[in-house]
């Protein structure tokens, strides 16, 4: 199967090199960015065997031979790529979020669901081996009936304050992932959230107008509770937990760490930290999101994440914002 | 120093047991419970040493010889007996809570301040090694500045249906506790409390007025968020743990286990779960506490849980409880 | 029951004091040290419910009221003190190891088994929650048919250099609790002992005519292995794991330590180190062994660790001695 | 820099994977096996980017173009090839063990001293991050002089009865690389091996001439001691641990384990086993391994495993070889 990437970014060369090592049954054909440099088309055409590169995201949509395309763009058009995507017929992969603005993000979804294409989110989390492992379980029901969530999720530092500006603030940029997490552990979809949060790290966030530290408390239809903290800065790295909460037990997962030495002097008894960086911590998720998709595309098999699931924590990190605002619990209705 | 005790029931028995024990500088006098029988007072007298039982509070309160009471009755008597035994000029241990009237709390601790003598609160949780571990490391400074506070309380079972009744609900009989440990771990005084709950566990729990399972986020003077949650039933045993998130790392413990032992085989790699016994869970504790007790009257030092300490918990309940009723949050002055 | 304790050393005053708290159907009437001075009369008077102390060990012996003896004096003197309780018909508790010499050992097995009194060892770790798991697990057969048992005992700090000199060696005084723990793991008798040994700590320990590091492989009955690794000095504290491995599973324990925090800060995550102290890593197993020895004699029931048990290990420390000297394996046969 | 590779069995294939994904720097051109078939040169010429293949090594011995030979092959041929590459000016990396045969070792590690090329052996557990990361801290002074090494090193499963006839025994197939570990992790010589074994798995091992499972105990020049266990057959799967005790602490690391997912349900507390494939276990090891001999061919820098850290190893098991049929210990000198 030939693909095409619209942006070569981090996230796009990434799933470029990954394809190239790890997807056999995919050749990336043409990488598309309005920034392509030489830098980045040696790295693509050396490293990752794509055949040519544009700044023309025309080059790809226009292009038969090419079957999927993988939007890697900025969040501002991830929503027209979708729709332009679409109507050439073309199934997508596209990064978190759709869009902020969620008529935009149920126009993505209705132009591929009427095109007939597979749309998947690049939800990566979900399948990373820590967190799927929860999954698995939670799933097998050997927790039984799911009570509660637990979802910690820490930065290594802050963003700049420019990306703060215009990121959408922490519901929509960084716990977006969380609330996707708790809806794939519970099983059952969001009534109410109630958020707090605080600046705590860097007054300079405060001005920009979010916060850097969050913690939200969710209703699921079900009566489970789930809990989501987040902190911009936790300065021994990338801090990403699951616990499930059931009638039959609980289960979680830690941290990864870079390897499992131990070390005992007079003084304590110590380990190393787990990675300050997300692409150390997520290396496998991020190929693996893309080994289903190709599966799914070439097999005829139905994403896993597919533009609901996009939808959803949307229209969370809505309901999020407004609580944090108006400081009382929001229904999901009041957003929608 | 002689001492007396107020109520032979189970804690009553364990402090009396373990100051037979481990708390050489004070003799136990007089056990005094209305429903004494020959069975405790057989335990008292051969086990714990104690000279002498009644049914008679009154002969605990008017013996001179007595320096300390320990009061161990049922919630409903506590701050009658500490009004007592101030007046008597005794020294004072009283079992959580004070009580549920925010006013007969501060009559009780108004009472020991103008009387002169030393009242301590029995949150032994504070006393825990794993807690106190927590706390020596905030404490510290090795975190930083507080940000977060998360902190897991579940019981192995729900309390009898008669129990929920009566007991003033899961934020006054159970997350009381953690209300303490929260401030205790925070350094800084609660100023608004937002409760969400559900009946997961069992339906009568829902039909005696409370819930079964229960999540509370604070906001600190500080801006610092904890988080707390509740289970009335973990079928994996008593699960009590802390994480103290900070500006310069992140601190947690986990809980007790019976021993170290790791079993591998075919199947899996397994460990002992938890404690299911409160008993087992905070052995050390109790201990502690009632040393550092018999430490502070024998010594005149301060006790470390003072009557203020026992106050603010019961506002940070009735706030919790107005929350859950309301569906909002709540200031700590709206329940003063 | 009345017991007597000949020896107020260290450990005379760890069982006198945990009798006292612990094992309520033990009056300790008498103990008996040739050193006895007034602030260990105090200690055991006040602290431990001694009624009476003495210099004469015949007042526990020709004391017929007294039905147990708890033989706590110096090694030298074990096997005399256990034939003369054995003739007085009194049960016996003997601190390890018996004696140095096997004739000796033998001679106060045949007492105690002549006067048909019990006759317990010292062997306190076969009574510690971490290596009664292990053992626990072994006896299930859940791990299998024993393969190969792995014994790490490592000390904070080494002895005296006195003590060095008429220890016997580190196989005599050091070792012989592995010994022990290997035959009460293997369920199987050692065949075999192959020694090591190097002074790498301190050369006066070689200058005294021992090693400060040793290890020791054994062969067994059932073609099993164990491997002992012994250190006299372990910064990091009282290092005491074993591991066994089977046909069905693999087995181990963890040390102790004194709380379960785990601090994560920019640098690294660290905990606790394990004790340093024996009294602190085996403060519950000195109470079950003598809690057990109490039920034994008061119930009339097998002790666990008896007269035979006593005699093995001092055979595996004279083979591995004559091992370590002639560099070749030693059959225990040799040895007998 | 163009590379050739001679034996394409598992491992051959595995290292023409990694390179195509993970070394930019090598061109592999041919990959030569006299057993070449369809399916591997698809795989070969598809996944891993070769350019040829043949059933000739000579195909790739006399190739001009080919600067650096990977030698995959069965092990009685390695030293014949090291010779020849040698001869032809190509730089080598050889799959351990060079030989059994301590003379061809010599005669191979002289070709490539002679021809001044490198010469790296496959010792891929030096490159694993957990082996690494202890060694890594023994190195850094951490735990200060090296005391004691403990390995722990046990397969799955056994192999083939066919195999274990021809393998040259457990010390030679097996615990060669545990040798290797041990004096990487020393830091100093080996000078004398005594080996214990037994059959305990398979009695068709015993009839083959060999042991199943094998204790050694070696003594280094430094006096330190260091302890290896194997066994053919571990239930859980791959089990590969190390520890080192020093003056100043104790290192050890723990297995991989495929996720860190902790599940605490009413009956205990588990997680997932160790891997129980190699290739998953070691499959960072297999890249290091080959990404620092193209950095070293390409950069002209030392390799750091090189033909003397081939034939310690060799010397090693023979020892223990001929220490275990006499049942004394062996220095290695009897065996040079």
Redesign the interface.
């Known amino acids: 199967m030939k693909a095409g990437i619209i942006g070569a970014g981090r996230i796009g060369r990434v799933h470029a090199q990954n394809i190239a ?2 997807v ?1 049954e995919v050749d990336i054909k043409t990488v598309a960015d309005p920034y392509m440099n030489e830098e980045t088309e040696k790295f693509l055409k ?2 990752c065997n794509v055949a040519q590169v544009t700044k023309d995201a025309g080059d790809v949509l226009k292009d038969v031979e090419i079957e999927a395309v993988l939007i890697c763009s900025s969040t501002d058009t991830h929503s027209k790529y979708i729709i332009d995507a679409a109507k050439a017929g073309k199934h997508i992969f596209c990064e978190k979020p759709i869009d902020y603005d969620l008529a935009k993000v149920h126009e993505a979804i209705a132009a591929a669901e009427t095109a007939g294409v597979k749309l998947q989110i690049g939800f990566c989390r979900r399948f990373d ?2 967190h ?3 999954y698995d ?1 939670v799933k097998s029901g ?2 039984g ?1 799911v ?2 969530i ?1 979802i ?1 999720s ?1 930065d290594p530092e802050p963003p700049s304050i420019d990306y703060v500006k215009v990121s959408g603030g922490i519901f929509y940029d960084m716990m977006i992932h969380d609330f996707d997490m708790a809806r794939f552990l519970a099983g059952s979809e969001v009534t109410e959230v ?1 958020a ?6 860097d007054s300079a966030i405060g001005e920009a107008g979010d916060v850097d ?1 969050a ?1 939200v ?1 969710m ?1 699921f239809e079900n ?3 789930a ?1 989501i ?1 987040n ?1 911009r ?5 990338y ?1 990403q937990r699951v616990e499930v ?1 059931g ?27 787990t990675y300050k960086i997300m692409w150390d911590r997520y290396t496998q998720a991020f190929v693996s999101e893309i080994q289903e998709f190709a599966d799914a595309v070439v097999n005829d098999k139905d994403v896993s994440v597919n533009g609901m699931d996009g939808l959803y924590p949307v229209e969370m990190a809505a309901a999020a914002t407004k609580s944090l605002k108006e ?3 929001v229904k999901i209705e009041e957003v929608k």
């Open positions: 090592r790890f056999p050396t490293t081996h820590n799927r492992g929860v379980i050997k927790i009936k009570h509660m637990k910690s820490r109630m707090n949060g605080s600046v705590l790290i530290t913690v408390v209703k009566d489970a509770i809990i903290d902190s800065k936790a300065v021994y790295g801090d909460f009638s039959e037990g609980c289960v979680k997962n830690e941290n990864d760490v870079p390897n499992t030495v131990i070390l005992s002097d007079a003084d304590k008894t110590s380990c190393e930290n400081g009382r619990p």
